[in-house]
C-alpha cells in the first residue's frame, strides 16, 4: 500500500505538478570606487552640472548643513567633493534649471529650519547661494515641473506635518506661494508625471504615518492646483513613490517601497489615473528607495533597491508584468545605504549604465559600474526631484 501511494505521488508529480522555477540572476555591476561626502546623505541626484556631457553627482548631508559636489571624470570616476554650506538639516534635493539660463540650479528642503532653500549654478559646478520660503513644517521631499502650464518650472514641497505646499517659478530663480493643501499622514516622498492622459501634471504622493500606509494619486488641472487624490494601499510604512512602465503597456506605474515588512509594491496603471491593486515583492532587510532601469537589456524594466538594515543593494529583475523573478541578486556596499541614483558614463565612444548610492552611516558614496551592457535608456520616469 505504502509502494503504491508513493508510486502514484510520483505520477501525479511528473504529470500533474509545474516544475518549480528555478532562476539565477545575472551579475551585472560591480563596485567601482567609492569617495566621502558630507555628513550623513540622505539624497544624491545625477545631473550635468558643469556642462561637459558627463553625469556629475550632488548629495545632501543632513547632519553637517552641507551639500557635496562630486564632478565627473568622464569614465566612471570622479573628482574629490566639493562642500557646498547649505541650511540646517538639508533632506533633499531637486535639481533643475529655474531662471531659465541653460544652467542647472539647485532647490534644497531643509527639514531643520523649515525652509526651501535655492541655489543658483555657475555651470561650472559651483552654486551661488538665492532666495529661502519658509514653509511650515519640516519639509522632507520636493518635485519640479510646470504645474501652471506657463512653460516655468515649480515646485511642490511635502511637508512632514501632512501638507503640501506648492511654489510657483517666476522664472528668475524666484517663486511665488501656491496652494497649500492639507492631506495624509506623514508624507515621505512625492513624484510628478501625467498619469491621466490629460496633458497636465499629476502627484504622487507616498504616507509613511500609521494611519495610511498609502501613495494618494492628486490630479493636476494645469493652473497649479490640485484635485482631491485617491489613496491606494500599499504594504506598511511606505518610504518612498517613483514610477516606470512595468508591463510594456505605455502606461505609467507605480514603484512604491516600504519601510516595513522589507517589500515592494508595483501598481500598474490603466492609463486614466487610476490603478490595479498593488503587487508585493521582497528583496532584502529594510528597502529605503529604489528606481526602475533596464539593467539586463530585455526592454523589461527591472528594479534596484537599497537596504539600510542588510547593508545591501538590490536589483530584481523584471517578469514584464509587475513582478520580478526570485531570488533578486544582492551585492554589499558601505554601511547605511540610503539613497540612489542612476547615471551614464561616458567611456570613448560607448556609453554604460551605472549607479550611485549614498551611504548614510558611512559618509560616502560608492559608485556601482555595469560590466559591459550599453545603456538602453533609464526606465525610471520620475523627474530630477
Known amino acids: 500500500m505504502i509502494r503504491f501511494s508513493l508510486l502514484l505521488l510520483c505520477v501525479l508529480v511528473t504529470l500533474g505538478c509545474p516544475k518549480q522555477e528555478t532562476y539565477l540572476p545575472p551579475d551585472l555591476v560591480y563596485l567601482y570606487k567609492t569617495y566621502p561626502v558630507g555628513k550623513n546623505p540622505t539624497s544624491i541626484k545625477a545631473s550635468d552640472l558643469n556642462g561637459d556631457g558627463f553625469s556629475d553627482l550632488i548629495t545632501s548631508n543632513i547632519q553637517d548643513n552641507s551639500l557635496s559636489v562630486l564632478i565627473s571624470n568622464g569614465d566612471g570616476s570622479f573628482q574629490d567633493q566639493r562642500t557646498v ?26 527639514s531643520g529650519s523649515n525652509q526651501v532653500l535655492i541655489f543658483l549654478g555657475e555651470g561650472n559646478g559651483t552654486f551661488t547661494r538665492g532666495a529661502q520660503y519658509p514653509v511650515h513644517r519640516t519639509p522632507v521631499d520636493l518635485a519640479s515641473g510646470d504645474y501652471n502650464e506657463d512653460m516655468l518650472p515649480d515646485l511642490v514641497v ?13 522664472g528668475t530663480g524666484k517663486f511665488r506661494f501656491g496652494a497649500l493643501y492639507e492631506y495624509g499622514d506623514t508624507p515621505t516622498s512625492v513624484r510628478t508625471a501625467d498619469f491621466d492622459g490629460d496633458e497636465h501634471l499629476d502627484l504622487a504622493v507616498s504616507n509613511g504615518g500609521p494611519m495610511s500606509h498609502a501613495v494618494s494619486i492628486w490630479p493636476g488641472n494645469g493652473d497649479g492646483t ?3 487624490p485617491t489613496d491606494y494601499r500599499t504594504g506598511k510604512r511606505p518610504l518612498g513613490v517613483s514610477f516606470a512602465d512595468f508591463n510594456s503597456d505605455r502606461n505609467l506605474d ?23 491593486e498593488g503587487k508585493d515583492s521582497g528583496g532584502d532587510a529594510g528597502p529605503n528607495q529604489g528606481l526602475a532601469y533596464d539593467f539586463d537589456g530585455d526592454k523589461l524594466a527591472d528594479v534596484a533597491v537599497v537596504n539600510i538594515q542588510s547593508g545591501s543593494m538590490s536589483l530584481l529583475f523584471g517578469k514584464g508584468d509587475g513582478t520580478f523573478h526570485y531570488p533578486p541578486k544582492h551585492y554589499s556596499t558601505p554601511y547605511g545605504p540610503f539613497a540612489l541614483t542612476s547615471l551614464v558614463v561616458a567611456t570613448g565612444r560607448n556609453e554604460q549604465p551605472g549607479l550611485a548610492i549614498a551611504n548614510n552611516s558611512a559618509n560616502s558614496v560608492s559608485i556601482f559600474l555595469h560590466h559591459g551592457l550599453h545603456s538602453r535608456g533609464n526606465l525610471d520616469l520620475s523627474p530630477a526631484s
Not at 92 to 109: G, T
Not at 159 to 170: C, E, F, I, S
Not at 264 to 275: A, E, H, M, P, S
Open 226 to 228: 490640485f484635485e482631491s
Open 158 to 170: 511635502a511637508l512632514r506635518n501632512d501638507k503640501l505646499q506648492v511654489l510657483l517659478g517666476m
Open 85 to 110: 554650506p547649505a541650511c540646517q538639516e538639508p533632506r533633499n534635493l531637486a535639481v533643475v534649471d529655474f531662471n531659465m539660463d541653460q544652467r542647472k540650479d539647485l532647490a534644497v528642503a531643509c
Open 254 to 276: 507605480l514603484l512604491v517601497v516600504n519601510g516595513e515588512m522589507n517589500t515592494i509594491t508595483v501598481f500598474l496603471g490603466n492609463g486614466d489615473g487610476t490603478f490595479q
